[in-house]
Structure formats: structure tokens, C-alpha cells
């Protein structure tokens, strides 16, 4: 057959053996059975719409547009395909096949990522965003966001490929340094047990929730540094903020839905500017007092004062007239200027009172206001007996009234119902009703969760009636009165609620006679010792 080409623009049939598939073509998923049905359309009615091809000699043809086309006529055993020939350039092609492709309802956005990629990548003729944005339809922030995709994680990708991502998840994940999106790809997910397997279920949570852990998480807000963002100084190889691409405010097409808000992206570097901010601070001022926000005791030889040995000025006026009685909102004359060294609000600079008999802050206490430590600590023990004798008698209670409960529904209903409610309690309160239904750990490793899940799947359906009864109990006893909610749920199921406290009380009270008994004989063994000497 002659192919000589002698217009800029001609339609043939060609035999397919002259056509080869292009290597830009953004389009990398064929899906068999859809390329099945085309298939059978063009065996009942052949290729109604040409492929586009261009010339690469007169015995060979790449194919620009209707890759997808042209295997399903080598699937129907077609000999010829209509085309459509056009004399193109490298960079015309590869907009031609990106602007086809985008046209396709199917079209997957990493495909898609790739195309804008492989265009801004041409050396001749040069694109922009805006370029591009302009020659596809598509607004620049849309396009910047797409090319953010082609920096996205293997694993990020893989699971994105694998649908179990949506393209909102990968467009967050995208604009996150490549060793935090995976970490963030883990928060996209949250495991629940149910059903009948023994491995949780992976849930992808809303694209908000995923928004909301990079925000808490990731993204640190700069116009809370306590640093100077423009010293370029501060952190050498870092330079200054102003100029950092790694801000949101420095990449607005990417960071659109920021707002005005300005937020640093590299986590490891902001806090190395604090670390250097603070070490500044100190060697201007040899005499600066240092400070930590953190709970906890502080290194032997540290020269940050815990939050113990400090009381902390507070820089906003009272708001009642009780608040203005209160020590941090009062100056004294030792109040000094101090830098957070450690802990929350890191280098930010503070006013305090470090003066141990400061009398503002430390005033003496009167005579009468003077307690005696065996006196507080006897208060303290007997707070402690009586939330333990009020613990246990909940629990007490609680038991009376479950196995008071009567069968209603079917087991696969209330085990339907106990996993989820169950799957919506913390560990600490997971673990009591655990421990009511005798069930323990063989080893620390186990999983409480796991083995509550494998007891309700062997119990009957009067066990899961009244542990039913009992998880929404312990939800609203979180909500309100607990003890209100107890009494309420006895009066239904008419538990004697005095009668199981009273037990209680004399079981507190036998342990602790044994207890005075003890201490009274080992003390009593040391002077017997002496007078036999």
C-alpha cells in the first residue's frame, strides 16, 4: 500500500502492523474487560472514531490519541484502523495526547499528573503553569496541585493506585516532605475490629480529618515562631524563613486553601531555628533564666527550672475579681524576664517569680492555716478509701444490674451492636468490663481489644444482652452523674443499690483490720527483741 503523505492532514485506514503506541502517553491503565467490550463493538461495527497518528517514515506511524482504540482492534483481529494523519512536533504531541486525555471521564489523576509533568519538562517550546493551565481548561491551582502528585511517596502512590486513597488524600499528602507522608498516610486510616475476622478493618477516614492531623501534626503556624523569620543567620544552611520554599505562603497555587495563614513545612528545621533561638538568647544574656512548661523532673545539673520552682506571670488582666486574687496574676519585686527552655511554647520569652519566700506569691501562712502533714496525708488516705469503697460499689452494681438484664434480640443483632459500641470505648474502660467477664492478658503483649472481641463471638445470647446493658451504661456514666446514672438503671432492673454499698463498706473495712493487725504484730516483734537483750 502507498503511504506517502501528501497533505498536512490526511484520514486513511492503515494496517495495524504500521502503527506503534507512543511512549508519552499519559494513559498507563487499560482495563480488560472494558477493552473486551470495546472490542466486540468493533468486530459489529468497526472503529467509528479515527485515531490520530503521526508519521515517524513512511512505513511507520506513533500513535498520538486512541491507544485504547487500537488494542481493542488488535483484540477483534481488525486489519486496518481509520486514522487521522497530522505532521506533529514532540511538544505538540504530547499536548494533544494530554488534552485528550483529559477529556476522558476515567482519566486517573496521576495520569493526569503526568502529562502536565512531561510538558513543563519540554525544553522547546518552554511552559508555565499558567501556560498549561491556559491550553487544558483548568485553572493554575489546579494544575500546580496535579504536578504536586508526581512528588508523592511509592507507598502513597501504591495505595492511591489501589483506590484505597481518594485523590483528596493524595492532594494533602502531596504537599508534605517526602518522609512525612507516609506517617501521614497511616492517619488516613483508622482499624476496627468486627465481623468475624481476627485483624481489624482498615476505615479511611473523611479528607477534613486528614486536613486536621497535618495541621496538628505537621504544619507549624509562623506567626507563632518565637524566633526572628527573617534572620538568615539563625540556622545558616537554612537561611531565612522569608525566602524558604518550603513555607505555604511562598507556594500560594499549592497552598490555596491557606488563606493568609503562613505555616512551615519542615518540622526538623523549625526546630532547630528554636533550638538556635534559644541558645542566642542565652549567650546575650549569661543571666537569663531559663524555664520548662514540661511535667516531670528536670536533668541533675540542668539549669531549667522546673514548673515547680517558678510561678509564672500572667500577662492579661483578671477577668473576675477571684481571678484577680490569684498569685500569677500579681507582680512582685522579684519579678524577672525568663525563656521557655523546654516544653510547650519553646523559646518564647516569659515574665516570672522565682523567689521561694516571695511574699506575693509566696505569702507565709498563718497559725491557723498551718495543717499537719500526718493530718493531710490521713485526709488524703481517707479520699482515697472512699473513691476506691465508691469505685468498687459502682462495679458492684453495674454486675447486679447486667445479669438482671432479659434476652431480647437475636445474637447476631446484639453482637452487631456490642462491637460498635464496644469499638467506641477507651481502653481504661474497655479493660473494667474485661475484667468483669474474667478476661486477661496471658501476656503483655495481648490485646484487650482482640480478646474482648473473640469472648463476645463465643458468648450466648444472654451474655450479649446484658453486656449491651452494661457498655451503654458505662457511656453515659462518661457523659453524666455516674453515680445518677447507676441509681437509674438499678431502679429499672430493681438492684438494691444500698444493700451492695453496704458490702462493700464491711469488705473495706474486714481488709483494713487485717492491715492494723499486721503493722501491729510487726511492730510489736522489734521490742520484744529488745527486752530479751
Known amino acids: 500500500m502507498e503511504t506517502t503523505i501528501t497533505n498536512a492532514t490526511e484520514y486513511r485506514n492503515l494496517p495495524l502492523a504500521l502503527l506503534t503506541e507512543s511512549t508519552t502517553n499519559p494513559r498507563h491503565i487499560f482495563e480488560n474487560d472494558a477493552l473486551k467490550e470495546l472490542a466486540e463493538s468493533i468486530r459489529t461495527q468497526g472503529v467509528l472514531s479515527p485515531l490520530l497518528v503521526r508519521p515517524l517514515n513512511e512505513r511507520s506511524f506513533e500513535i498520538v490519541a486512541g491507544a485504547r482504540r487500537y488494542r481493542a482492534a488488535q483484540m477483534a483481529e481488525a486489519a486496518t484502523i481509520p486514522v487521522r494523519i497530522v505532521n506533529l512536533t514532540d511538544a505538540e504531541t504530547l499536548e494533544a495526547q494530554l488534552v485528550e486525555n483529559l477529556m476522558r471521564r476515567d482519566v486517573h489523576p496521576m ?28 485553572s493554575p491551582a489546579y494544575v500546580a496541585a496535579r504536578l504536586k502528585l508526581t512528588e508523592l511517596a511509592p507507598a502513597v502512590v501504591e495505595a492511591f493506585h489501589r483506590e484505597e486513597i481518594g485523590v483528596g488524600h493524595a492532594l494533602l499528602l502531596a504537599k ?54 527573617r534572620d538568615t543567620q539563625l540556622v545558616p544552611a537554612a537561611g531565612s524563613c522569608v525566602d524558604c520554599p518550603k513555607r505555604t505562603g511562598h507556594n500560594k497555587l499549592l497552598f490555596s486553601d491557606m488563606g493568609k495563614q503562613d505555616a512551615c513545612t519542615d518540622p526538623t528545621c523549625y526546630h532547630a531555628k528554636v533550638d538556635a533561638h534559644v541558645a542566642k538568647s542565652i549567650a546575650a544574656k549569661p543571666k537569663l533564666v531559663q524555664i520548662s512548661t514540661a511535667y516531670g523532673q528536670q536533668q541533675e545539673g540542668s539549669a531549667t527550672l522546673p514548673r515547680n520552682r517558678y510561678i509564672e506571670i500572667r500577662p492579661e488582666k483578671p477577668a473576675t475579681k477571684e481571678e484577680a486574687t490569684r498569685p500569677e496574676f500579681k507582680t512582685c519585686k522579684y519579678t524577672i524576664e525568663a525563656i521557655i527552655s523546654d516544653g510547650i511554647d519553646k523559646g518564647e520569652f516569659r515574665k516570672v517569680c522565682t523567689e521561694a519566700n516571695c511574699p ?57 451492636v456490642v462491637e460498635r459500641l464496644a469499638s467506641l470505648l477507651d481502653e481504661n474502660r474497655l479493660a473494667i468490663i474485661a475484667r468483669q467477664h474474667g478476661i486477661k492478658k496471658a501476656k503483655e503483649s495481648d490485646s484487650i481489644g482482640k480478646l474482648f472481641t473473640a469472648y463476645l ?45 453496704l458490702k462493700v463498706k464491711q469488705e473495706f473495712s474486714a481488709k483494713e483490720k487485717v492491715k492494723v493487725a499486721k503493722r501491729t504484730t510487726a511492730q510489736a516483734v522489734p521490742q520484744k527483741a529488745k527486752k530479751s537483750a
Open 176 to 229: 508534605l516532605l517526602p518522609e512525612q507522608q507516609e506517617q501521614a498516610l497511616a492517619a488516613c486510616f483508622k482499624e476496627v475490629y468486627s465481623g468475624g475476622s481476627e485483624k481489624p478493618a482498615r476505615i479511611l477516614l473523611p479528607v477534613r480529618q486528614l486536613r486536621f492531623w497535618i495541621e496538628s501534626n505537621i504544619l507549624l503556624m509562623l506567626k507563632l515562631a518565637p524566633f526572628d523569620k
Open 457 to 501: 463471638r463465643r458468648a450466648e445470647e444472654c451474655e450479649l444482652g446484658r453486656i449491651l446493658v452494661e457498655i451503654t451504661i458505662i457511656h453515659a456514666a462518661t457523659r453524666q452523674n455516674a453515680t445518677q446514672v447507676l441509681r437509674d438503671a438499678a431502679t429499672v432492673y430493681k438492684v438494691d443499690v444500698d444493700a451492695i454499698g
Open 111 to 138: 495520569e493526569e499528573a503526568s502529562g502536565f509533568r512531561a510538558l513543563l519538562n519540554l525544553e522547546e517550546p518552554k511552559y508555565s503553569i499558567e501556560q498549561i493551565a491556559a491550553r487544558t481548561g483548568k
Open 360 to 416: 506575693v506569691h509566696h505569702p507565709k501562712k498563718r497559725p491557723h492555716q498551718i495543717a499537719d502533714d500526718s493530718k493531710w496525708k490521713a485526709e488524703q488516705e481517707k479520699q482515697r478509701k472512699e473513691q476506691a469503697i465508691a469505685n468498687t460499689t459502682g462495679i458492684r452494681i453495674l454486675a447486679a444490674i447486667t445479669a438482671a438484664v432479659p434476652v431480647r434480640l437475636m445474637k447476631r443483632d446484639l453482637l452487631f
